[in-house]
C-alpha cells in the first residue's frame, strides 16, 4: 500500500468515525429530549381554545384519539402532558408512583393555601402533614368501629329529617347535610345540628369555594395568573376562605384551651399538641403552626364532605332512575340482615349487590375528573423526557369511562363489579380515589361512609321521583364545579311497604 491510498483509507475510516458519532448524539439527543406530541400551540393561549370548560375531561378525550394516549397539552405557556387511559395512568401513578407524586400548581387555591396542607402542598410539609394526619385519623378510629358508630348516629339524624318530609319533595341538597358531622366529629370533636349556625358557615363555604374553583373565570385565572388583576372570583374565594378561618380559628381556641400536654381526643388537639413539641425543618421551617392547621382543616373539610355528599346526590338520583336496581338492593339488605337492625360495615362481605352498586355509582358519578400531579424528578416515560416539575394530567374521567376495561363505559352498569356467580369483584380500573402516592388520603372513610349511609337509607327508603314526573325525565348529565356534581332534583322518600 502507497502512501497515497494509506491516507484515503484513513481519510475514509475518520469520516465514518465522525459520522457515526453525529448519529448517536442527535439520536441519543432524540432520546432524551422528546415530549410527547400533542396539538400545536397558538401563541399565548397554547391549547386552551380547545377545552370545553364545562367538561375539559371529554375535550382531553377526544384530543387522544388523534395524539394518543400520552400527548402534550399548553395551558397558556405552561407545558403538560395528559395521561389517557388505565394502561398510562397505572404504569404512571402505580408504577412511577414517586416521580410523577407531586402536585401541579394550581393558582386560584395557592392563593390561600400557600403550600400548606395536604390537596395542595409538595415537598417536606406535605410528607410531614399527610403522614401526621393519616396516623391522628387512624388513631381517632377512620375506617374502624369508633367512626362506625358516629355514622350510624348520623344515620339515623338523617332518616329523620327525610321523614320528617313525609313522602313530599325534597331536594337533592339533603343528602350534604349528613357525611359533614363524621370529619367534623373527628376535627371538633362534636356534631352539630343541621340549623347550627356554624354548620350551615362551614358548610356555605365549602359549598361556594367548590363552585367558585370550577367557574371558567378561575380556570382561566388558572392559566394566566396575571388575570387577577380583571377577574372577581379569584378574590372571592381568598374572602371567603377568611370568613371561614373567623369561625375555624375560635373553634382552635376552645381546642387548645382542651388540650393538655398528654391527652388529645381530636384531630386539632393532635396537631396543637405537636406543635408545641415539634422541631424546625431547615427546609420549610416550622410544619406545625397554625397557618398549616388551618389549611388542614380545610382540606379535610373540603375533601371529607364535598366528595361523599355528591356521591350520594348521585346515589339517589341513580336509584330513582333505575328502580329495578334499588329494589334489588333493598332486598338483599332485607334478605341478609333484616329490616329492624341497621347495616354495618362487616355486612358488605354479604351484600355483594349493593357494593357492586355503590362502586357503579361512583364510577358513573365520576365526581374528580382529574387533580393535576407534576414530576418531583427528571423524568423518562415510554420514551419521552420529561422535566422535574413537568405539569401531568392523569385523566380520571378517562380510566373510569376507558372502553379497553368497562363493558359499558358510559351506561350506569352494577354487572361492572359482579363475576358471572354474583360474587363482588374489584376492578384494577376503579380509580375514583385515584392512585399511588397521592392516593386520596380519606379512602377508608370514605368508603365506610358510603356504604352505612347508602345501605341504612334504602334499608328503610324507597327513593322515587316526585308526582307529575316519569324517570325517563331525570337528567343524568352533570354539573361542572370543582367536583362534578348531578344538576338540580327533587326526590321523595317513602317507607318501603311489608
Ligand atoms: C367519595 C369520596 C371521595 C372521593 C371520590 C375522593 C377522591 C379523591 C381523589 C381523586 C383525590 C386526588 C388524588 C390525586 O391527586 O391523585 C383525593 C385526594 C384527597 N382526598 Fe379524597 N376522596 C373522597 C373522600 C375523602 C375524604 C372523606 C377525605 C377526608 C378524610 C378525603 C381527603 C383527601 C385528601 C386530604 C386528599 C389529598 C391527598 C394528597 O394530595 O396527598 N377524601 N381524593
Known amino acids: 500500500m502507497n502512501f497515497y491510498s494509506?491516507?484515503?483509507?484513513?481519510?475514509?475510516l475518520f469520516t465514518l468515525i465522525v459520522i457515526c458519532l453525529i448519529r448517536r448524539i442527535n439520536s441519543s439527543k432524540k432520546v432524551i429530549y422528546r415530549f410527547p406530541p400533542g396539538p400545536p400551540p397558538l401563541p399565548v393561549i397554547g391549547n386552551v381554545h380547545l377545552l370545553d370548560l364545562k367538561g375539559q375531561d371529554y375535550s382531553l378525550m377526544k384530543l387522544a384519539?388523534?395524539?394518543?394516549?400520552?400527548?402534550?397539552?399548553?395551558?397558556?405557556?405552561?407545558?403538560?402532558?395528559?395521561?389517557?387511559?388505565?394502561?398510562?395512568?397505572?404504569?404512571?401513578?402505580?408504577?412511577?408512583?414517586?416521580?410523577?407524586?407531586?402536585?401541579?400548581?394550581?393558582?386560584?387555591?395557592?392563593n390561600f393555601q400557600?403550600?400548606?396542607?395536604?390537596?395542595?402542598?409538595?415537598?417536606?410539609?406535605?410528607?410531614?402533614?399527610?403522614?401526621?394526619?393519616?396516623?391522628?385519623?387512624?388513631?381517632?378510629?377512620?375506617?374502624?368501629?369508633?367512626?362506625?358508630?358516629?355514622?350510624?348516629?348520623?344515620?339515623?339524624?338523617?332518616?329523620?329529617?327525610?321523614?320528617?318530609?313525609?313522602?313530599?319533595?325534597?331536594?337533592k341538597n339533603i343528602f350534604t347535610n349528613a357525611p359533614p358531622n363524621i370529619i367534623y366529629g373527628m376535627l371538633f370533636g362534636r356534631r352539630f345540628d343541621y340549623n347550627n349556625q356554624t354548620f350551615k358557615k362551614m358548610v356555605g363555604v365549602i359549598d361556594?369555594?367548590?363552585?367558585?374553583?370550577?367557574?371558567?373565570?378561575?380556570?382561566?385565572?388558572?392559566v394566566f395568573p396575571v388575570l387577577k388583576y380583571v377577574l372577581k372570583s379569584p378574590g372571592i374565594i381568598v374572602k371567603r376562605?377568611?370568613?371561614?378561618?373567623?369561625?375555624?380559628?375560635?373553634?382552635?381556641?376552645?381546642?387548645?384551651?382542651?388540650?393538655?400536654?398528654?391527652e388529645w381526643a381530636t384531630y386539632i388537639q393532635a396537631f396543637i399538641q405537636k406543635d408545641l413539641n415539634e422541631t424546625t425543618t431547615e427546609e420549610n421551617g416550622k410544619i406545625f403552626q397554625e397557618k398549616n392547621l388551618l389549611a388542614c382543616i380545610f382540606d379535610l373539610m373540603l375533601?371529607?364532605?364535598?366528595?361523599?355528599?355528591?356521591?350520594?346526590?348521585?346515589?339517589?338520583?341513580?336509584?330513582?332512575?333505575?328502580?329495578?336496581?334499588?329494589?334489588?338492593?333493598?332486598?338483599?339488605?332485607?334478605?341478609?340482615?333484616?329490616l329492624d337492625r341497621v347495616p354495618r360495615w362487616d355486612d358488605q362481605k354479604q351484600l355483594p349487590y349493593c357494593m357492586a352498586v355503590i362502586h357503579e355509582i361512583q364510577r358513573f358519578g365520576n365526581i374528580l375528573q382529574f387533580l393535576p400531579h407534576s414530576t418531583s424528578m427528571d423524568t423518562h416515560f415510554r420514551g419521552y423526557f420529561l422535566p422535574k416539575g413537568t405539569y401531568v394530567i392523569p385523566l380520571i374521567t378517562s380510566v373510569l369511562y376507558d372502553e379497553t376495561q368497562w363493558e359499558t363505559p358510559y351506561q350506569f352498569n352494577p354487572n361492572h363489579f359482579l363475576d358471572a356467580d354474583g360474587n363482588f369483584m374489584k376492578r384494577d380500573a376503579f380509580f375514583a380515589f385515584s392512585k399511588g402516592r397521592r392516593a386520596c388520603a380519606g379512602e377508608s372513610l370514605a368508603r365506610m361512609e358510603l356504604f352505612l349511609f347508602f345501605t341504612g337509607l334504602v334499608q328503610k327508603f324507597n327513593f322515587h321521583v316526585p308526582p307529575g314526573l316519569d324517570k325517563s325525565d331525570l337528567d343524568l348529565t352533570r354539573d361542572a364545579f370543582f367536583t362534578m356534581r348531578p344538576k338540580l332534583y327533587n326526590i321523595c322518600a317513602t317507607t318501603w311497604q311489608k
Open 6 to 12: 494509506e491516507a484515503a483509507t484513513l481519510y475514509l
Open 65 to 110: 384519539k388523534k395524539y394518543g394516549n400520552v400527548f402534550s397539552f399548553h395551558l397558556g405557556k405552561r407545558k403538560s402532558v395528559v395521561l389517557i387511559g388505565y394502561d398510562a395512568n397505572k404504569e404512571a401513578l402505580v408504577n412511577s408512583s414517586y416521580e410523577f407524586g407531586s402536585r401541579g400548581a394550581v393558582p386560584a387555591t395557592d
Open 114 to 171: 400557600h403550600g400548606q396542607g395536604i390537596f395542595f402542598s409538595n415537598g417536606e410539609i406535605w410528607k410531614v402533614t399527610r403522614r401526621f394526619t393519616l396516623s391522628i385519623l387512624r388513631d381517632i378510629g377512620m375506617g374502624k368501629r369508633p367512626v362506625e358508630g358516629k355514622i350510624i348516629e348520623e344515620l339515623h339524624h338523617i332518616s329523620e329529617l327525610i321523614k320528617s318530609f313525609n313522602g313530599e319533595p325534597f331536594t
Open 208 to 222: 361556594d369555594i367548590i363552585i367558585l374553583v370550577g367557574s371558567p373565570s378561575v380556570q382561566y385565572f388558572n
Open 241 to 262: 376562605v377568611e370568613e371561614l378561618n373567623i369561625v375555624l380559628k375560635e373553634l382552635i381556641r376552645e381546642a387548645r384551651d382542651a388540650v393538655s400536654e398528654t
Open 303 to 338: 375533601g371529607g364532605t364535598e366528595t361523599t355528599s355528591t356521591t350520594l346526590q348521585w346515589g339517589f338520583l341513580l336509584m330513582m332512575k333505575y328502580p329495578d336496581v334499588q329494589q334489588k338492593v333493598h332486598e338483599e339488605i332485607a334478605n341478609v340482615i333484616g
